[in-house]
């Protein structure tokens, strides 16, 4: 199984950008699948996740209104919409799939993308 996130850059505050998932060897609509984030001498953070059961979603109360997952089974993507960025989202994202359709802790995502860096500006 491979994730290949693209979509990061550089954005000024206030701007938008969507970062795209696309995988292959696993037909990843049965699957859960999240993105995740990474900030320079900070851990792993779960931002957002979407069931591959029912479609439903979890998301972080931090980006919550301004970011949103999202799927596409037939191109075998996931996708996040990143709005009214700010200089605290900063990071490298990552996408990752789950070994379950439903929502799960982060140990549930067995594979994972290379990342993408998101850079904000003020």
């Known amino acids: 199984v491979q994730l290949q996130a693209s979509g990061g850059g550089l954005v000024q505050a206030g701007g938008s950008l969507r970062l795209s998932c696309a995988a292959s060897?696993?037909?990843?609509?049965?699957?859960?699948m999240g993105w995740f984030r990474q900030a320079p001498g900070k851990e792993r953070e779960f931002l957002t996740a979407?069931?591959?059961?029912?479609?439903?979603?979890d998301t972080i109360p931090s980006i919550k209104g301004r970011f949103t997952i999202s799927r596409d089974n037939a191109k075998n993507s996931v996708y996040l919409q990143m709005n009214s960025l700010n200089r605290e989202d900063t990071a490298v994202y990552y996408c990752?799939?789950?070994?379950?359709?439903?929502?799960?802790?982060?140990?549930?995502?067995?594979?994972w993308g290379q990342g993408t860096q998101v850079t904000v500006s003020s």
């Open positions: 979407i069931s591959g059961s029912d479609g439903s979603t």
């Open positions: 060897g696993r037909t990843i609509s049965s699957y859960a």
């Open positions: 990752a799939t789950a070994g379950r359709a439903t929502l799960g802790p982060i140990e549930s995502y067995n594979y």
